[in-house]
């Protein structure tokens, strides 16, 4: 079965440079959410979408945006990056319609390292 | 949104049951009760969700009580391969709560 495909799997950059890590949600999911996650940290909400409209914002930083397309993949922009950006990125999908589950989708994460 | 307390972490012999209660004191009357499963550089996986009672599915068993204000997530039987970060989230269905936040998982470590 399709998941949560995430891209790139890992990516460096340098302070003040700018990155973008993409979401290809499961196919007729309508919601995505992203995480960070800090090494030996818990996920952190960032923001989310529901049909390519913004549903909810977490602790997200402004030199961040995100925005969830027509074909409803996601991408999340950061610029100006800092050290403390470093983490793994996770990206979840989720269909509105099989509310009964519950079940958010994970994608393996895009792994961003800041020098 | 419910804030959820677990223990930091558990230990456990392969072959034993594990059970890893959550605390959600402030849990709302539309909120459910989802745990997740979390291994090394891997996106969380659902592992069960519920309400009330009592729901069983292939790996695990979830006990809610009538008060709901805390959760047990029972694992039958453990492996080396449960050793991993559980965590439990509290919140309505994955969709209408866009803002389903992790709190401090649990790390169970299975050891022979």
């Known amino acids: 079965a399709a998941g949560v495909i995430q891209s790139p799997r890992h990516l460096i950059k340098e302070k003040r440079e700018t990155a973008t890590l993409k979401c290809y949600p499961i196919p007729r999911h309508d919601t995505v959410y992203w995480y960070q996650q800090g090494p030996g940290q818990d996920p952190q909400f960032l923001i989310s979408?529901?049909?390519?409209?913004?549903?909810d914002k977490g602790s997200i930083p402004d030199r961040f945006s995100a925005q969830q397309f027509s074909d409803y993949h996601s991408e999340l922009n950061m610029s100006s990056l800092e050290l403390g950006d470093s983490a793994l990125y996770f990206c979840a999908s989720h269909s509105q319609i099989n509310l009964h589950t519950g079940e958010l989708f994970f994608g393996e994460g895009s792994r961003l390292t800041v020098l | 949104l419910a804030k959820t307390t677990q223990p930091i972490s558990m230990d456990s012999y392969e072959g034993q049951e594990v059970n890893i209660t959550c605390s959600h004191n402030?849990?709302?009357?539309?909120?459910?009760i989802t745990w997740y499963q979390q291994f090394p550089s891997q996106g969380p996986r659902f592992i069960i969700q519920?309400?009330?009672t009592k729901v069983t599915n292939e790996v695990a068993s979830l006990f809610i009580p009538a008060d709901r204000k805390s959760s047990t997530l029972s694992l039958p039987r453990v492996s080396l391969s449960d050793t991993a970060v559980y965590y439990c989230l509290v919140g309505d269905r994955a969709g209408t709560a866009s803002k389903l936040t992790f709190g401090t998982g649990t790390r169970l470590q299975v050891t022979l």
């Open positions: 402030n849990i709302a009357t539309n909120d459910y």
């Open positions: 519920g309400y009330k």
């Open positions: 979408f529901y049909e390519k409209m913004q549903s």
